[in-house]
């Protein structure tokens, strides 16, 4: 059980213990509340919080006998102390709750919903709804590519499923498998268009997309004009779908997939930066991210977010 607490669009928590109404006036003495707020910090012997608060001994001995018993506090470990058994006091959690009314079941508790405001309309009450659709493995396309970063689509989905409380149907596709019917919902695509058949339908209307050159195929960024080679380098865009424009469509891709490895660890390790607008242009929901290898170990494992 945790006590849950948003706060600017942060979550954060708290281990919790519920306790029954009767227990709780094992809690309203002042000093008791003392003994509590000293074992938030460490773990004390009787002797130990009687010198720390000031008080007699024995006053100490009361109010331990009676939160143990609400098991608010455990024993936690004995020592020898100057000759004598010292037994040491914790809290069984940090925090205490108490219920008046039986649980009732809920979809999504909207005090304290963990969605991005990013993450929408892609995730809502709690279910995905969004199609997710990675590239075939296979040769496939004019081509005859293989797409290589459809696994990282795991580790987004896992990403994912932190948003998520349950799921109740299949949601990924292969781009050679995707039905004309779910390109008209809400979108996940990832992998760029030389592997991913949706990708190149969509290309051309994201901002930040692959453009073909005398180089070849890189990706370039309409916000602030910028051109970007590496293999490292990738993409997150959230736009209008457009095969139906009142639904949205997230496209995430690489120059190559470890460019996409990129993407999804910026996921992983900078959700706060990616949540909000390019740089060039706030009002656009685009970012380019490049990966790096820290470790030098020939596997992208960090990332710095580039507009």
Known sequence: MYLVKRHDKETFSIPC?????????????????????????????????????????????????????????????????QGAIAQYYSLTKPSFAIRFKDFEFTQKIAEYSNESEFLEPFIENGQLNATIVVGNPNPHGPQRARA??????????????????????????????????????????????????????????????????????????TISKKQYLNDEIGFIVKMPNPFDKSKKL???????????????????????????????????EAKVVEGYDMDSDGIVDEVEIKE
């Open 17 to 81: 213990k519920e306790i029954s109404p009767s227990d709780i006036k094992t809690t309203t003495s002042p000093l008791a509340q003392k003994i509590i707020k000293k074992l938030t910090e460490k773990s004390y012997y009787p002797k130990e919080l009687a010198y720390e608060l000031n008080v007699h001994e024995q006053k100490i001995y009361y109010h331990i006998r009676k939160l143990e018993k609400a098991k608010i506090i455990k024993k936690e470990k004995t020592e020898t102390k």
């Open 148 to 221: 290589r970063d459809g696994y990282y689509g795991i580790d987004f989905a896992l990403f994912l499923g932190t948003f998520l409380q349950s799921i109740n149907d299949l949601k990924v596709r292969l781009d050679t498998e995707v039905r004309e019917k779910e390109l008209k919902n809400n979108l996940i695509v990832l992998g760029g268009p030389i592997t991913n058949n949706i990708a190149k339908k969509i290309n051309r209307k994201s901002p930040i997309k692959f453009i073909r050159t005398r180089d070849g195929i890189i990706i370039g960024s």
């Open 250 to 284: 997230l496209y995430i891709a690489g120059n190559r997939y470890p460019g996409t490895r990129a993407c999804i660890i910026a996921f992983l390790k900078k959700f706060k930066e990616i949540s909000g607008g390019n740089r060039f242009n706030p009002e656009i």
